[in-house]
């Protein structure tokens, strides 16, 4: 007897259960680039628990554990900056990162007005490159953090939603 992931709007009472799980997903980040000092795992409960009141964050429960997490908002000039797209290690590769990505894109089109959508991850993270360029991102930027990291950002246009660009 299977349980549904579902996926729905954040709570205040999500906070510890999206950072608990926010440090686990961001150890490999951090392991790949050789740095444990990332805004992932040194954000506080505080700083999220603001990020619940600003932004749009969304959670995937399988029951009453948060199992994923996105979160994103939109500009005044109706650019989505979509981030931290978290994913329990057990839950990847089920397609529940792509859910999360199209759930958090139409919740800011529809509540938000938004037009495109931005998002970055560093240059070595493949599988999160994949993942955006399944969904119809494309690369616009790269960034030097340092010698070991540089960012990439990605973007699409509102009107191209992640399921269409799967199919």
């Known amino acids: 007897m299977g349980m549904s992931v579902t996926i729905s709007a954040a709570t205040a009472d999500d906070a510890e259960q999206i950072l608990k799980l926010q440090y686990l997903c961001y150890q490999g980040e951090a392991e790949l680039y050789g740095d444990y000092s990332i805004e992932p795992l040194t954000q506080t409960l505080d700083d999220l628990r603001a990020e619940l009141g600003e932004g749009c964050v969304l959670v995937a429960r399988l029951g009453e554990e948060v199992v994923g ?31 999360l990505l199209a759930a958090i894109e139409a919740q800011l089109a529809e509540e938000r007005a938004a037009k495109r959508y931005r998002l970055a991850t560093g240059h070595r993270s493949d599988g999160n490159l994949r993942l955006y360029r399944k969904y119809g991102y494309a690369q616009v930027g790269t960034e030097e953090v340092n010698r070991r990291l540089s960012v990439v950002t990605l973007e699409k246009d509102a009107s191209m939603s992640a399921f269409a660009a799967s199919a």
């Open 69 to 99: 997490s996105v979160r994103g908002a939109v500009d005044d000039k109706g650019t989505a900056a979509i981030g931290k797209l978290i994913v329990h290690p057990r839950m990847q590769r089920h397609g529940l990162g792509g859910r």
